[in-house]
């Protein structure tokens, strides 16, 4: 199985300041197809997961533009440009490249 | 709107089987794969198993392979989880998830499974 490792797990921010999660799998995600299955989501206290970003860098519907997700191969990154109240949660990376799909262990989110 | 309807947890004990039900609307349920993933108390996320979208192909986590089976009834909108020979860690709040190309993107909200003896 493919195992994904998140840095930070925890990261206290500041609001209005950016926020940065590292996301590093142990093998390369190109599909034989060319894409790259490395998404994000985003969960909140008390609620399901909610995906904010697919195909490393894609957008989901609704999704802040304050949410850039990057990277390539082995590494990827979620960047917050400014964190607000509301994105105070647990983000994970998933992989759907190769079966089975894996999390990462999750990065906690909180206000400072 | 899509909507990811959960049922069927409860406590049961160690060895005993349990099926869950997720009930789909708002979209074609029929043209969609559909996934299962799990959160143990105070865990993260686990995925499970995957289902095509005509229930020709399957796909299943390490930890639950040959003890639970993923299944759909696309004439019912519905998709399960038969999950025999529970043990303590399979604990947890299962979801029910739509699937597209390489990702998740609706998520029901979760049913409690609790194995104790």
């Known amino acids: 199985d493919i195992v994904l490792t998140q840095t930070p797990l925890s990261s206290p921010v500041t609001l209005g300041q950016p926020a940065s999660i590292s996301c590093r799998s142990a093998?390369?995600?190109?599909?034989?197809?060319?894409?790259?299955?490395l998404n994000w989501l985003q969960q909140r206290p008390g609620q399901p997961p909610r995906l904010l970003i697919y195909?490393?860098?894609k957008r989901f519907s609704g999704v802040p533009d304050r949410f850039r997700g990057s990277g390539a191969g082995t590494d990827f990154t979620l960047e917050i440009s400014r964190v607000e109240a509301e994105d105070v949660g647990i983000y994970y990376c998933l992989q759907g490249t190769h079966f089975p799909w894996t999390f990462g262990q999750g990065t906690k989110v909180e206000i400072k | 709107q899509v909507q990811l309807v959960e049922s069927g947890g409860g406590v049961v004990q160690p060895g005993m089987s349990l099926r869950l039900s997720c009930a789909g609307s708002?979209?074609?349920?029929?043209?969609?794969?559909m996934a299962w993933v799990r959160q143990a108390p105070a865990r993260g996320l686990e995925w499970l198993a995957l289902i095509s979208p005509d229930g020709s192909a399957k796909y299943y986590g390490d930890s639950v392979y040959g003890r639970f089976t993923i299944s759909r009834d696309n004439s019912k909108n519905t998709l399960f989880l038969q999950m025999n020979s529970l043990r303590i860690e399979d604990t947890a709040e299962y979801h029910c998830?739509?699937?597209?190309?390489?990702?998740?993107?609706?998520w029901g909200q979760g049913v409690l499974v609790t194995v104790s003896s």
């Open positions: 093998q390369r995600l190109e599909h034989s197809n060319g894409k790259t299955y």
């Open positions: 708002g979209f074609t349920f029929r043209d969609f794969g």
């Open positions: 998830a739509r699937q597209h190309e390489g990702f998740v993107d609706d």
């Open positions: 195909q490393i860098s």
